[in-house]
């Protein structure tokens, strides 16, 4: 094997940090892990019970590519009760980060431009640089909101589309309903396409969560059941959008992914009926935990949703007080992972409260060091 074998596309792309800190946990012994981007609750019984009589039933081949009619039907019914769009139609995909890479590779051609928001989900500049793109990005940092003036001056000709999540990762922050309706009569006004990255969409605690589908009929709206169910390792989304763009992607999908696992799929009609405002309400509750933990040593902005703080540090660069911190026995994962940026850290919440409670008082010790 030589290093000439390797393409230009992927010597852009650099392994995640998130990976270098799962690694380093693995060879830890009992780390307080406030690190993970995954609910910490079980998936619920009557999702597993109904993957178990799927594949006990037979549906263990592929299902056509869209997915399988009945889960396509059960999400369809919801979206046109919800938005009234004779055009938007869904399919199913092999998780959330399946879709996007679907989407902007539908999209993007080679040196379109992409925007979206500083902090970021660590894909979202792989995938544009896969597809072919530049990644444009906003600075959002104090506060982490959208100012829709900014993204208006970063458009271009070369402008193919915009990207927005809400709730965040890192922050957590969920955008107002003035800054999504902004950002989405904008990207119509100017033509450009609308990706919303809605799966955290179930864990908005300080107002509702409201997607800019609400005002832009065109937005492609990328959603899954990694989160709210806990079938992170499931590998179970779907998309809803245009027609024509949904036929496209769902083209792309017959030779890349294939379909998305016919028993999760069979799993996911019964997920779409199960109750987790429970675990949403516990997340609430952690979150205003560590909020009254450590607001008198950290910034904190944004945290109105998801399970994460995207906390300033009080001293030196994210790097360094990741360093220190894991030293402590406490792994958290350093801002830069997400952001141009070396000044924030991300904590998550989903996690025991007893892990909480020993992290809580780690962050104190080293925000008085």
Known sequence: MNDKWISDRLNNIHASGIRKVFDLAAKMEMPINMSIGQPHYDTPDVVKEAIKRAIDEGHNGYSPSQGIAPLIETIQ????????????????????????????CTLVDPGDEVIFFDPYFVMYKHLVSLAGGKSVMINTYPDF??????????????????????????????????????????????????ISDEIYKQFSYDHPFVSPAQWNKETIVIDGFSKSHSMTGMRLGYAHG???IMQQMIKLQQFTFVCAPQPVQWGGIAAWDCDISHHANDYHRKRDYLKEELKNDYEIAGANGAFYMFLKTPWGTGTEFISEAIQHNLLIIPGNVFSEQDTHFRIS????DSTLQQGAEILKKLARK
Do not use: W
């Open 77 to 104: 019914e919801s979206i046109d009760h919800q938005y009234h769009h004779d055009d938007r139609k869904v399919f199913i995909t092999s998780g959330t980060s399946g879709a996007l890479m679907l989407a902007l």
């Open 145 to 194: 909101r959208i100012d829709v003036n900014r993204v208006k001056d970063a458009i271009t000709p070369k402008t193919k589309a915009i990207i927005c999540n809400s709730p965040a990762n890192p922050t957590g922050y969920v955008p107002s309903k003035e800054e999504i309706q902004g950002l989405a009569e904008l990207a119509a006004e100017k033509d450009i396409a609308l």
């Open 242 to 244: 245009p027609n024509a």
């Open 349 to 352: 919440f989903a996690a025991e």
